[in-house]
Each structure stands twice: as C-alpha cells, then as structure tokens.
T-cell receptor
C-alpha cells in the first residue's frame, strides 16, 4: 500500500516568516492533494497536483509536485496566524479517489 | 448550511455498547467515505462507497460496519465499541463527475469509549 511521509511533524514560526512542508511518497504519485485542518475540525481542500513539475498557488500558499522524486512541497510565504493548523497531504492511488493521507504537519504561527 | 453534516458531534460511550455515527450530504455526490483520525497517525480509511450499491473496506474496517441508506446518507456502526476506537471520525464525499477529485469533509465526530 502507498505510504506518505510528511516532514516536519510540527513547526513553529514567527509571523511573517516563510516555511516549507514536504510530503514524500513510497510509490508513484498519480495525484497529490493538500488539505488544511483547523484543530479538531474537518479538512479543507487547498489544491491538487497531477503532473510532474506542476506548481499551483492559492493566495500565499504554493505547492509543487516533483514526480520523479515522488515528492511534493507546500510553501507558505509571509506566514500569518490564520495559516496555523494541520496540513495533510493525500495521494490518489491510481485514480479511484481512494486517498491515502500522510500523518500531517502541525503549524503554529506566533504573532 | 453545511454541505456535509455529521451527527453526533461528540459521543461518550462504554465498552461493549453499539454506536452509530451518521453522515448526510447535500452536495449530490455519489462517493462517500469514513475515516478515523488518531494523534500522530493521520487519517485512516475505514470504509468507502462509490454508489449506493457499492461498499468497500478500507485500511482498518475490522470492528466497523457501514450502511449506505441513500445517495445522501452513509452511516458508520461500531457493533461493540472498545477503548482503542476512541478517535475523531470524519465523513467525506466526492464526485466521479470530473473536477479536482477533491473530497469534502464533514466537521467530525469525537468518540470516546470508556
């Protein structure tokens, strides 16, 4: 089965700083999702990447997919307290929308 | 109103009791999922259903059962709850009709088994 490893597991940054979260897959990524979860709440979809080398941005969040390395990164520019939460990557194992999720990265942003 | 709703939001029960968690959606999606979340373990798929007559086991289906009563409703049952089923449970939906293939999540049910 596909396994996803996220790093770091937790991150504390000062407001205004940039940060990067990584997601590494044990198998080829056919589709990679990024979700954000506020503590104890449901997940909110951020973006999906499908093609090798693809890059997408939403506001101050940019995600890239490096298919050759089976890796994706999520970069937040000029972090704000509203960015705090748990970020999870999810992999689509072959196009059937049966998503395997990583263990998550907990982000705290200190004002 | 929320597109994906879960009831109850919180539940405390005792070992051996039967528990049902319910999920309803107004998105018109054909696919529905049940996940559990434990600290440090991310989300694990329990069951998924691609339409009313199609139900499949996920990674951790032992001790759980599901029922897809209608396209909009998908319930999860714990026939005899045990303490290691204490977790946060999420329902999600998606559509097979194109788009980003993203899943839409409910707010979660926090279940505690004593």
């Amino acid at each position: 089965s596909q396994e996803l490893e996220q790093s770091p597991q937790s991150l504390i940054v000062q407001e205004g700083k940039n940060l990067t979260i990584n997601c590494t897959s044990s198998k080829t990524l056919y589709g990679l999702y990024w979700y954000k979860q506020k503590y104890g709440e449901g997940l909110i979809f951020l973006m999906m990447l499908q093609k090798g080398g693809e890059e997408k941005s939403h506001e101050k969040i940019t995600a890239k997919l490096d298919e050759k390395k089976q890796q994706s990164s999520l970069h937040i520019t000029a972090s704000q307290p509203s960015h705090a939460g748990i970020y999870l990557c999810g992999a689509d194992s072959g196009g059937y929308q049966k998503v395997t999720f990583g263990t998550g990265t907990k982000l705290q942003v200190i004002p | 109103d929320a597109d994906v709703t879960q009831t109850p939001r919180n539940r405390i029960t005792k070992t051996g009791k039967r528990i049902m968690l319910e999920c309803s959606q107004t998105k018109g999606h054909d696919r529905m999922y049940w996940y559990r979340q434990d600290p440090g373990l991310g989300l694990q798929l329990i069951y998924y259903s691609f339409d009313v007559k199609d139900i499949n086991k996920g990674e951790i289906s032992d001790g759980y059962s599901v029922s897809r009563q209608a396209q909009a409703k998908f319930s999860l049952s714990l026939e005899s709850a045990i303490p290691n089923q204490t977790a946060l449970y999420f329902c999600a939906t998606s559509t097979s009709s194109g788009g980003n293939n993203e899943q839409f999540f409910g707010p979660g049910t926090r279940l505690t088994v004593l």
